[in-house]
């Protein structure tokens, strides 16, 4: 069964800084999707950024970017020139590649706050 | 174009009582997934409907159940509703393998 850890509960930075948020997963696929949501307080998951296993360059979205370790089973998300509205929980989250399993298995989450 | 469409965002309901949630992915998708979101356990997967059959199910009791229509609309069912079943259910739905899911904005349940 796969599964996915993010070890920070909480998290606090300051406007304009830079914030990585880890996630390590535990699968014996090769060829899966990683993502990273955000819920902010309207509940709403939003998807921030999506990896496919089986490329190697790293994802990037605007201010985020991911750093994915396949070997290490690693699946960072790093925010750059952090906003206020970037305050919100973050889920780290993992997906067969299979077209008869769409389920998506998430981690606990990391509350990020950025202070003004 | 329209989102993942919750109804309704709250409800309160009576232990022992039963409950409908409705959900309409966005045009286009045809699967569409429920999960359950509590303080304790997070995220937690409850079925995914593909074309009106259920091809995925997670570990819930029987008591949660739902269902797909033709036009991709979704239900979900929970009979028999205990304290516990408080929680955020959201929906989501997946134009294909791999896209990543669009979800709504869920509908909290709250059972007194």
């Known amino acids: 069964a796969q599964t996915v850890t993010q070890s920070q509960p909480e998290m606090s930075v300051q406007e304009a800084e830079t914030v990585t948020l880890s996630c390590t997963y535990d699968?014996?696929?090769?060829?899966?999707?990683l993502f990273w949501y955000k819920q902010p307080p309207s509940r709403q998951m939003i998807l921030v950024i999506r990896?496919?296993?089986?490329?190697?360059q790293n994802a990037t979205e605007n201010r985020f970017s991911v750093n994915f370790q396949k070997a290490a089973k690693s699946f960072s998300l790093k925010i750059s020139d952090s906003q206020l509205g970037d305050t919100a929980m973050y889920f780290c989250?993992?997906?067969?590649?299979?077209?008869?399993?769409?389920?998506?298995?998430f981690g606990k989450g990391t509350r990020l706050h950025i202070l003004p | 174009k329209a989102g993942v469409t919750q109804t309704p965002r709250y409800l309160i309901k009576t232990r022992g009582q039963q409950v409908t949630l409705s959900c309409s992915p966005i045009?286009?998708?045809?699967?569409v997934s429920w999960y359950q979101q509590t303080p304790g356990q997070g995220l937690q997967f409850l079925f995914e409907?593909?074309?009106?059959?259920?091809?995925n199910k997670g570990n819930f009791p029987g008591r949660f159940s739902g269902r797909q229509f033709s036009n991709s609309r979704s239900e979900m069912n929970v009979s028999t509703l205990e304290l516990g079943d408080s929680a955020l259910y959201l929906c989501?739905?997946?134009?294909?393998?791999?896209?990543?899911?669009?979800f709504g904005s869920g509908t909290r349940l709250t059972v007194v």
């Open positions: 699968t014996s696929e090769n060829n899966y999707y």
């Open positions: 989501a739905s997946n134009l294909g393998t791999g896209s990543g899911y669009t």
């Open positions: 409907y593909f074309s009106e059959t259920q091809r």
């Open positions: 990896q496919e296993a089986y490329k190697q």
């Open positions: 045009s286009g998708h045809r699967s």
């Open positions: 989250a993992f997906m067969k590649h299979a077209s008869r399993d769409d389920k998506i298995i």
